[in-house]
């Protein structure tokens, strides 16, 4: 029993901590750089898509075309069959057929992604996010029996909400590994996929470079220093997620040449393929490895700007996280999931709230003096996502709603109008008007200034939604930063205050003390003040003497010294002579007289 206690304490104080950290995603993500950033990315991202799209995006093959007659058909199969029967008109009619069949699910599949309506080509503001939270907080408060099923639905529509940058990334790498499709829509998915990650590595870089730092308790880096930083190792932010796709184009390469040797009868069905199948599925193992750590794609970002490190490390450091702690790395990307679209449900809700209540204070007036200029002809052309159109022309004449989408003889969706679609409980639904009659009436009606002033009106909405939408893709990339530095902590052992701070980051603290003004030199006989510890007192030095001055040579003429008689012989005793006379040698010691 105390084992077990103990057990519980411990995984009670995981998860304990694991929400605390989670929870400090909110306020980081809310930061308006990051918001400004991630609107901006997105609008450069759909923008690109929605060239690409309008370049790779053509007609419905026709079944009329002369391609798919019998004429052509013979043209191209000539008259026999391969086993050498001839082909009669109702083979060619029927080749026909099956061509046409085979061209049309080939524009289906290119016209779901960049056709009208198409999943790459729809801009931010129309794309379908679930269902609008001021609706829903609005049914709460009546006696709507469908409550709890609507609000599942919004946590459902989230889940790829919240990851977004993710869904994205793995919808184009699942279309561009799918063998049904043609070359064509290869190339536009591979273009669609470069002009991503080019985008995301300047935009999300720099966001989870903000993060980090602010997740590591630095100082506040500046958003000039973060793009710096992300520019200077932007090749590096391009090529980590582009690594492991270029790694597994390079294994379809060499076992396309692989399967093309096997083409060879006997060769290719005993050896390549027979004896050979274990190279095949190895191949196999190999790109599902690479494809299934791209989940750490997130991380290769995070890495870069925590650790300021290269492309290698963030992609070993992703994979390594992945597979050696991946039920760490799922654990804390649901509760950051779940943790997002609860917040995200608030953030949205109070943008909602802010424009409606707006728009019905506005209303007031007109509604009370003149019903017909009610100001809901400003949101005609509103943003389609997450319900904003259908909450604010909720009681117009032009209110939309969701309606069960027509379908064809052949069994397929009809869409003419290039509504807003979506799939709700198995149905694929419509966003059309309320009143098909009464919409197109009000629209009819409105003059050139309402469709002015409603344009305005768009425009102005179409930035708040965006700042909106940046908020979830801002907690994503923040998420990304804060999951980095955990995956980093129990893997690795490292402290989640270490983050890589460049020399340049100014510290935030006291101003520096300038430094002390250089003091003239000393004027002789003074001593300079240094420095602790102090010098020695010493006595005063007097000044050097000045150098002697010769005075001037003063001329004269000498004057001859006069001559002196010789003095008279001096008498006197042996005793009284000069020793040194006797010994010359001795003159040298003898005392001289001073």
């Not at 609008?43 to 690109?48: A, K, P």
Request: include cysteine; hydrophobic fraction near 45%.
């Amino acid at each position: 029993m105390a084992d077990g206690r103990v057990e519980t304490a411990g995984v009670t104080d995981t998860t304990r901590s694991l929400w605390s950290e989670i929870t400090r995603i909110f306020p980081v993500a809310l930061d308006p750089r990051k918001l400004l950033l991630a609107a901006a990315g997105i609008f450069v991202m759909s923008l690109g898509w929605y060239v690409l799209s309008a370049v790779f995006a053509g007609k419905a093959p026709d079944p009329g075309a002369a391609e798919y007659q019998p004429a052509a058909m013979q043209k191209s199969l000539g008259d026999t069959k391969p086993d050498g029967k001839p082909y009669t008109s109702a083979d060619y009619a029927k080749l026909g057929r099956e061509a046409y069949d085979q061209d049309f699910k080939q524009w289906v599949k290119l016209n779901d992604l960049a056709g009208e309506g198409g999943k790459l080509r729809t801009l931010p503001w129309n794309e379908n996010r679930g269902d609008n939270p001021f609706l829903i907080a609005s049914d709460a408060t009546g006696a709507g029996t469908s409550l709890s099923t609507k609000f599942l639905n919004y946590l459902a529509d989230q889940v790829p909400v919240v990851t977004e940058p993710l869904a994205k990334l793995f919808l184009l790498v699942f279309k561009l590994i799918d063998p049904t499709v043609t070359f064509l829509t290869r190339v536009y998915v591979l273009l669609c996929l470069l002009w991503s990650v080019a985008v995301w590595a300047y935009f999300g870089g720099i966001i989870t470079r903000i993060a980090a730092v602010q997740f590591g308790g630095k100082e506040r880096v500046t958003l000039r220093q973060a793009m710096k930083f992300v520019t200077a190792r932007y090749t590096a932010y391009v090529l980590s997620p582009l690594v492991p796709l270029i790694i597994v184009g390079f294994i379809v390469l060499g076992m396309s040449l692989y399967g093309l040797v096997a083409l060879i009868p006997v060769i290719g069905d005993v050896f390549l393929y027979g004896l050979g199948l274990p190279l095949v599925i190895l191949g196999g193992v190999v790109m599902a490895i690479l494809l299934i750590g791209l989940l750490g794609y997130p991380l290769m970002y995070s890495t870069l700007s925590t650790e300021g490190s290269d492309t290698f490390d963030a992609v070993s450091r992703s994979y390594n996280y992945v597979f050696q702690a991946p039920w760490a790395y799922i654990r804390n990307w649901a509760a950051a999931v779940l943790y997002g679209a609860a917040v995200t449900f608030v953030v949205i809700l109070i943008g909602c709230m802010m424009v409606y209540l707006g728009k019905w204070a506005v209303s007031v007036p007109a509604s009370v003096l003149a019903p017909s200029r009610k100001p809901d002809f400003l949101f005609v052309y509103a943003p389609e996502s997450l319900g904003w159109k259908e909450l604010l022309l909720k009681g117009s004449p032009a209110a939309i709603e969701w309606k069960s989408a027509p379908v064809g003889e052949d069994g397929k969706v009809e869409n003419p109008t290039g509504a807003s679609m979506r799939v709700r409980n198995g149905e694929t639904q419509l966003l059309l008007p309320a009143n098909p009659e009464a919409s197109q009436a009000y629209r009819d009606d409105l003059r050139i200034h309402n469709k002015i002033g409603a344009g305005m009106a768009a425009f102005w909405m179409g930035l708040i939604f965006l700042m909106m939408i940046g908020f979830t893709y801002s907690f994503f990339w923040s998420a990304a930063a804060m999951i980095y530095l955990l995956m980093r902590k129990k893997v690795d052992e490292v402290d989640t205050e270490e983050v890589y701070v460049e020399d340049d980051t100014p510290p935030v603290g006291p101003a520096p003390v300038p430094p002390a003004p250089v003091s003239p030199p000393p004027a002789p006989g003074l001593s300079l003040p240094m420095s602790p510890p102090p010098p020695p007192v010493s006595p005063p030095v007097s000044p050097p003497p000045p150098p002697p001055v010769s005075p001037p040579p003063v001329s004269y003429t000498p004057v001859p010294e006069p001559k002196l008689p010789p003095p008279a012989p001096e008498s006197h005793s042996p005793e009284d002579e000069d020793p040194r006379a006797e010994d010359p040698k001795k003159d040298d010691d003898w005392p001289k007289t001073p």
